[in-house]
């Protein structure tokens, strides 16, 4: 065997949830892993601000799919739960609509039809039919593409088949295929914004991304106590343990490349330090597209082959700190848009702002209130915005705009003077995600699903230019969220697992 013995060296780039579970599960399996991140923290867009009495969570604020996330916390007789606890939430979701009319979003079955009782049986019967539905999508993607990580169409079908694929409702758009199943106009509002887990549009999207409501009911939504932080805390708690060497404040400014292979990172230190080190494998946790370009400088004739990788939605993200409790509002609330489809059409065709847009609202002390002064709220607004595009260029003070629009939206649907009880605001823009993360043109969530361009395909795990090097994150397979990138991280571990084997044999 050629070098029986000799570890081999992994240099991750970025300490995003992907990024840290590629290295957890490489550290696992013997691996020298060292962790490059320019930031002075780990957690990629988990993110963290404190600041008189408040804690707000920058980044991600829901947390699904905790059975995704335990074979990177299990061992030595460990457990998720011994890194953090976790509060299961319901409802899930509080729904707002400019009538007035207001639904929650129960897991528990009872409730749930108490909830739609008002509305009639047909659509208590319609709401249950679509559920069914949703868990026969999750259950055929669950068994292929996430547990296998295919990550193109040709795997796709070589897995499946045309027959075993005949259940997949791959034809429609989501929206065509929540709209033949749901009469009720709110549950189909509802169900369509489902699609904000991966930064889309639902009148884009195939519709077996209306897989996604199941995961919530079948396996819960959840609150990670103490805040949603507390969860890179917990990954970097475990990479120590695993004996992965983490360096903060360390940019990666170049992967040196020879005899076609990657070779080492370039690295550049907060104080303006070069470094270089070397790997006989390199992870990037940097997206697909801003990382060929400005990490291995690619050609125009290997740019050509992402094109169909379009960056996803980006946001405003608005950290209001209240003197007062607004207690209408649940952990999870949406507030929509008059007319969700010209919300869809203006942002993810036009590429224009939203002149009404639907705000995501989360209020974590319904459930902790550590994360405020008594008597305070804390919230999150987050409405979805096309990615910084130079044809349609957008500036601050556009955003700026913007941010008035939601809080005269939020002020007229119920909270009442809310910009007079404003004592602490934190605003970002796609500028601010962009220069952060390193994000393709600010996107959230990576790579846009889209049936036309890509079918709901991000890009390969693994570099078609260079076969030691990979990438994880929301721009590669199978896409955006916590769980996805913390999957394709264990899914990249073992790929290069596999590889270095047959290659050491």
């Known amino acids: 065997m050629k070098n029986a013995g000799k570890k081999k060296r992994v240099v991750v780039i970025g300490a995003g949830i992907g990024g840290m579970s590629a290295a957890i599960m490489l550290a696992s399996k013997g691996f020298l892993v060292t962790v490059l991140e320019k930031n002075s923290h780990a957690g990629g867009k988990l993110n963290l601000l404190e600041t008189k009495g408040f804690r707000f969570d920058l980044g991600p604020s829901i947390f699904t799919l905790p059975q995704i996330f335990r074979p990177i916390f299990e061992g030595e007789g460990r457990k998720l739960e011994d890194y953090v606890k976790l509060q299961r939430l319901d409802p899930q979701w509080r729904n707002f609509f400019e009538d007035g009319t207001v639904v929650d979003l129960w897991e528990d079955p009872k409730k749930m039809r108490q909830e739609l009782k008002r509305f009639g049986s047909l659509t208590s019967d319609e709401y249950e039919s679509f559920l069914s539905y949703s868990r026969q999508q999750y259950q055929i993607v669950e068994r292929g ?40 106009r709110y549950l189909r509002d509802i169900f369509e914004y489902f699609i ?210 939601c809080l005269d939206k939020l002020e007229r649907m119920g909270m009442t003077d809310l910009r007079r009880h404003i004592v602490v605001e934190d605003f970002w823009t796609p500028f601010d995600i962009e220069t952060h993360y390193g994000s393709h043109r600010g996107s959230i969530y990576g790579v846009v699903c889209d049936r036309l361009s890509n079918y709901a395909f991000k890009a390969p795990k693994q570099s078609f230019q260079f076969r030691n090097l990979f990438f994880v994150g929301g721009s590669t397979n199978p896409g955006a969220g916590m769980p996805m990138v913390a999957l394709c991280g264990q899914h990249v571990a073992r790929m290069i697992a596999e590889q270095d084997a047959k290659e050491a044999q």
């Open 145 to 184: 593409y996430l547990r296998h990580g295919l990550d193109t169409f040709s795997q796709f079908l070589r897995f499946y088949g045309w027959k075993d694929a005949r259940d997949l409702d791959y034809l429609r758009s989501m929206a065509g295929s929540i709209r033949s199943r749901l009469s009720n």
């Open 196 to 405: 904000k887990y991966v930064g889309s549009s639902a009148l884009d999207s195939p519709a077996f991304m209306n897989l996604m409501p199941n995961i919530q009911m079948e396996f819960g939504l959840w609150y990670v106590s103490g805040g949603l932080y507390e969860l890179a805390r917990a990954f970097q708690r475990r990479m120590e343990e695993c004996g992965v060497t983490l360096l903060l404040g360390q940019e990666a400014q170049e992967i040196e490349r020879a005899d076609g292979l990657v070779t080492g990172v370039r690295t550049c230190g907060l104080d303006g330090s070069a470094g270089f080190v070397k790997a006989d494998y390199i992870v990037s946790n940097m997206e697909v597209i801003p990382a060929m370009q400005k990490l291995l400088h690619a050609p125009p004739s290997a740019m050509k082959k992402m094109r169909r990788f379009k960056p996803s939605c980006s946001g405003i993200v608005l950290h209001l700190g209240l003197d007062r409790v607004y207690p209408q509002l649940a952990h999870h609330n949406f507030f929509y848009s008059t007319d969700l489809h010209q919300h869809f059409r203006r942002v993810f065709r036009e590429g224009k702002l939203p002149d009404d847009p639907t705000l995501y609202v989360v209020a974590p002390t319904r459930t902790d209130p550590s994360q405020a002064p008594a008597g305070c709220d804390n919230i999150k607004i987050l409405p979805h915005i096309p990615s910084l595009d130079d044809s349609h260029p957008t500036t601050r003070e556009d955003y700026a705009a913007l941010k008035e629009i």
